[in-house]
């Protein structure tokens, strides 16, 4: 399995990672990954096995601070360890591009994302209510650099 840079050649198995994770209306479209590649493209990472992509992992960065906009890998593969080679390797861009401290939201309900977070390092802060319609998000953070 190969850890690389995501391309826009790469967009519908993007969207076809995206459907099968989420509910429609938590869904990314091409046009928010667009503007995400746009605006940070060393932070947007596929996993990619036998030419298919199966996973995938997004972050921003403001200054010294990231923030995991959206990690995801196909049911089909999920349960391989690819979640944590890919938030690892999304931690790795962001010291490499001067972040200290990352955080993310979560569904309060999303027991192996948080399970991920978690087992990787990250404390809950916060709790912001209603943050995906009904569901309220926990807020995780790790310092990543002194
Ligand atoms: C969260 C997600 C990315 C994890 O990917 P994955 O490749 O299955 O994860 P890994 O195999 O690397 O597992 C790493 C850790 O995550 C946790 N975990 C993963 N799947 C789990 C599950 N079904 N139940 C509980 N914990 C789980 C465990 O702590 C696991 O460590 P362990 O194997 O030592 O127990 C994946 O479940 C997914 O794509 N979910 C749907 C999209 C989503 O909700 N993304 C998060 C948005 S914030």
Not at 65 to 82: D, E, F, L, N
Not at 94 to 109: A, H, I, P, Y
Not at 114 to 131: A, T
Request: aromatic share 10%; net charge negative; glycine share 8%.
């Amino acid at each position: 399995m190969l850890i690389r840079e995501y391309s826009p050649r790469d967009i519908e198995w993007v969207l076809w990672i995206e459907r099968a994770c989420f509910p429609e209306n938590q869904q990314y479209n091409a046009t928010t990954f667009h503007s995400l590649h746009v605006k940070d493209p060393n932070l947007f990472i596929v996993a990619e096995y036998q030419g298919v992509i199966i996973g995938y992992a997004v972050g921003e960065r403001w200054g010294d601070v990231g923030r995991i906009v959206s990690i995801a890998v196909h049911p089909s593969y999920q349960g391989r360890g690819i979640g944590s080679k890919l938030l690892e390797a999304l931690e790795e861009k962001m010291l490499t591009r001067g972040v200290k401290t990352v955080r993310l939201e979560v569904g309060v309900s999303n027991t192996p994302a948080i399970n991920l977070y978690l087992k990787h390092g990250y404390e809950p802060i916060n709790i912001i209510e209603g943050y995906y319609g009904e569901e309220n998000a926990l807020v995780m953070a790790k310092r990543i650099k002194d």
